[in-house]
């Protein structure tokens, strides 16, 4: 038993010896020569440790855990958050800005050219349409004591002046601007409140000629809608019927508002009171106290001085 030990000792004081021989030869030996295959051993030995390396990891990060930097220094960790969502909103309020001056441009353009374009048909005189866009800053629905209308965050100082009408998406009537404008404030009544103006009806779904367009004087309703009467006669452009638009055709409004849409026939039936007569009911195209801005139209004039700048004397 005892020469058994001994042998088994000298054999593992061998292979102790060989394996360090074995580690310094190849610690001498060039990198590149020892890439290639010590990785694979690396890798089987690396298999029974596995099962090994989580539970140790656990324990070390238990024992010694990551130090956090929002500890060592929390009122600047909370200075530079508070600075980069500054710089967030900032980025942010700065795209918005940019979208919504893209479509306040937008929006004039396609105005001024559909204005251009009705009014080229008409008259030479189409240059002389004037624009300007307006935000809604306030709605106001009817009441018993005064009818609807919208606040618009312009007025006499930017150049309104009453009668301007108000359009939405180019070609689709708001309304008009009331009587009194204030400095930097104006209010817009409705379409849906504007009484006893002439329009022409023509067909969604092909051309005509506006002489052969029927003419109707819309009356506005405690509905919100428009009533007009015509003849039983039918017109050239043929029988009015549901779906057909109406498009503004009065002389005493702007010039360069003549053309725009209206609104749509919703019913067209008889009178039984007038049996040469039929009654035709017209609804907005567009809800005025929901829109959110609005393009004005008008006839290019002369602003006064006083108008185009701030009175003396005025806070600043």
């Known amino acids: 038993m005892a020469r058994s030990a001994s042998s088994q000792t000298r054999s593992e004081r061998r292979a102790w010896y060989a394996a360090l021989a074995t580690a310094l030869v190849l610690s001498l030996l060039p990198t590149r020569w020892l890439v290639g295959w010590t990785s694979d051993v690396a890798q089987l030995v690396n298999v029974p440790i596995v099962a090994l390396k989580h539970p140790f990891s656990l324990a070390r990060a238990w024992l010694r855990p990551m130090p956090d930097p929002r500890e060592a220094e929390p009122e600047k960790i909370q200075a530079l958050e508070s600075d980069l969502d500054a710089a967030r909103t900032l980025y942010k309020r700065m795209e918005i800005e940019n979208e919504l001056l893209k479509e306040r441009i937008a929006l004039l353009e396609g105005a001024k050219l559909a204005l251009l374009d009705g009014a080229r048909a008409m ?33 006499s100082w930017h150049g309104i002046t009453p009668g301007m009408v108000a359009t939405w998406n180019g070609d689709v009537l708001v309304g008009r601007v009331a009587d009194t404008v204030e400095r930097f404030t104006s209010l817009v009544i409705p379409a849906n409140g504007l009484n006893g103006f002439e329009v022409r009806f023509f067909p969604p779904d092909r051309d005509i000629p506006a002489a052969d367009a029927p003419v109707g004087l819309l009356k506005a309703t405690k509905e919100g809608i428009w009533t007009t009467d015509l003849r039983q006669a039918s017109s050239p452009a043929g029988d009015i019927a549901e779906g057909w638009i109406a498009r503004i055709a009065d002389e005493r409004w702007p010039q360069p508002s003549r053309g725009l849409r209206v609104g749509v026939v919703e019913r067209v039936g008889p009178r039984d009171d007038a049996p040469l007569l039929k009654r035709v009911t017209v609804r907005p195209l567009v809800d005025a106290l929901r829109v959110p801005h609005v393009v004005l139209i008008d006839e290019s004039v002369a602003i006064p001085a006083e108008s185009a700048q701030p009175a003396k004397g005025s806070a600043r």
Do not use: F, H, I, W
Request: hydrophobic letters at 35%; proline letters at 6%.
């Open 123 to 155: 008259s030479s005189s189409a240059d002389r349409a004037r624009t300007m866009y307006a935000t809604v800053v306030g709605a106001t629905p009817a009441s018993s004591r005064s009818p609807s209308s919208l606040t618009l965050n312009v007025g």
